[in-house]
């Protein structure tokens, strides 16, 4: 399983996660029991380690899964992590 987030503007990967795959009897979480499964943008951001605004251009262009709450734009968490 493998996943890679790229900057919109020069292609620069930002992110990447490479990880075995686990039969599913092993499959664990990687993500604390508590965790969010929404981040607001900047959570998201401090946990790529990228600035804010490069997470905007990310979310703008597709890359990052999102959800909509009213005005709110919320990053899916899962998709950040596989």
């Known amino acids: 399983m493998s996943g890679t987030v790229r900057c919109p503007h020069c292609g620069h990967v930002l992110f990447a996660i490479e990880l075995p795959i686990a039969s599913t009897a092993q499959s664990r979480d990687v993500s604390p029991p508590d965790a969010p499964l929404l ?44």
């Open 39 to 82: 981040l607001r943008v900047a959570e998201a951001a401090r946990l790529l380690n990228v600035s804010r605004s490069t997470m905007y251009g990310l979310v703008a262009s597709g890359q990052v899964p999102v959800a909509r709450v009213g005005r709110s734009i919320k990053v899916v968490r899962a998709g950040l992590e596989g």
